[in-house]
């Protein structure tokens, strides 16, 4: 198909860049007969765009003659394009959006059990590709028109909308939905769109960014399953690396426990470093027993002491320290950490506190 029709923008661009030569040539020729700049650019705008007001000067001259002609020819051909590329841009835009949106909306009408992303930010970006790679059904949800375009680049199902809207929500099918994940930067809007999307689908999985502690109870009360705080997540990688570095490095960097990692998310398993926290309510508890209080959410499978050996397949006597660094797996890595992280609970017998 001709270059003409496919690329309006390009054919915009050109017919801007021939008629700033024009101008400008056209300009420097009467400036060249001893015209000032100012009475050039007038003489040069009236004969492009066929005004007709009269010549500001006369056109006495075989010189200024041909300028003139030369002007008239490639001004008023170089305006004619470059006003049919202007149309043309506005009219392909509008044709675009009024088509690209019914076909974003007819492909979401065909799906059943996918999931939604709301927000393309740098959360966004990386989720939405992880879940294609999973092969899971994915649309985005975003308000903003460059990141719009960015997601469908990318090959991403994208529906532009404001997320907050019960009526949007339902335009990318949230009662079909399987599960909803909102990872906007503003704790507030994923609060509200955490429940609209609760009292539009009861049954639907949310999953919600927080960037506040504070929020996290908020997001849960919401209605919220469950609630990421990537602040929090990135300062316990950290201290992770600065405590335990080798385990971290086995665990994390290598391309078996890579692969091992893969395998326990596909059994829907996660495998967590946890520093055992002093005065916790499970430091100086055996395995067993922190196991079977937490009714088996989690197995611990390493120890790494404080004082720097490891122990691995440890036995279920054995007890964890203050300072300790326990590898886990479980089914998630936000209950391990809520499990270690909990404090000893303080009981009062008259004057006595235990």
């Known amino acids: 198909m001709n270059s003409l029709v496919i690329y309006p923008s390009r054919n915009l661009i050109r017919g801007a860049l021939f008629m700033l030569v024009v101008w400008t040539a056209a300009t420097a020729a009467y400036c060249y007969a001893g015209w000032s700049f100012q009475d050039a650019l007038y003489m040069v705008t009236l004969t492009v765009f066929t005004v007709g007001y009269g010549e500001v000067h006369p056109i006495d001259t075989m010189y200024l003659h041909i300028v003139t002609m030369t002007t008239m020819a490639f001004g008023c051909t170089g305006m004619i394009f470059l006003t049919g590329a202007v149309i043309q841009f506005m009219t392909f835009n509008s044709l675009q959006q009024i088509l690209g949106g019914r076909r974003v909306h007819n492909e979401i009408e065909k799906l059943k059990n996918h999931v939604i992303v709301c927000g393309y930010g740098r959360m966004g970006v990386e989720l939405a590709k992880a879940l294609r790679d999973g092969r899971a059904a994915v649309v985005v949800l975003e308000q903003d028109d460059r990141r719009v375009a960015e997601a469908r680049e990318a090959g991403h199902l994208c529906f532009q909308g404001d997320a907050t809207n019960e009526d949007t929500l339902r335009d990318v099918g949230i009662e079909r939905a399987q599960a909803l994940a909102s990872v906007l930067p503003n704790d507030a809007t994923n609060v509200f769109i955490t429940l609209s999307a609760r009292n539009l689908n009861s049954d639907i999985k ?106 691995a397949a440890p036995d279920k006597s054995t007890r964890v320290h203050a300072g300790d660094g326990v590898v886990a797996v479980g089914r998630s890595g936000q209950v391990v950490n809520a499990a270690f992280a909990a404090s000893r609970e303080k009981v009062r017998a008259g004057r006595t506190l235990f």
């Open 206 to 311: 949310i999953i919600a960014r927080g960037d506040a502690v504070s929020t996290e109870r908020k997001l849960l009360h919401a209605g919220a399953n469950k609630v990421v705080l990537p602040t929090h997540i990135g300062a316990e990688r950290i201290a992770e690396m600065l405590l335990f570095p080798e385990t971290s490095r086995l665990i994390r960097e290598s391309a078996q426990m890579r692969d091992l990692d893969r395998s326990l998310r596909g059994l829907g398993l996660v495998m967590e470093v946890v520093v055992v926290p002093e005065n916790g309510a499970l430091t100086d508890l055996t395995i067993e027993e922190i196991e079977a209080r937490n009714n088996g959410a989690f197995y611990i499978v390493q120890i790494n002491r404080r004082e720097g050996h490891s122990v």
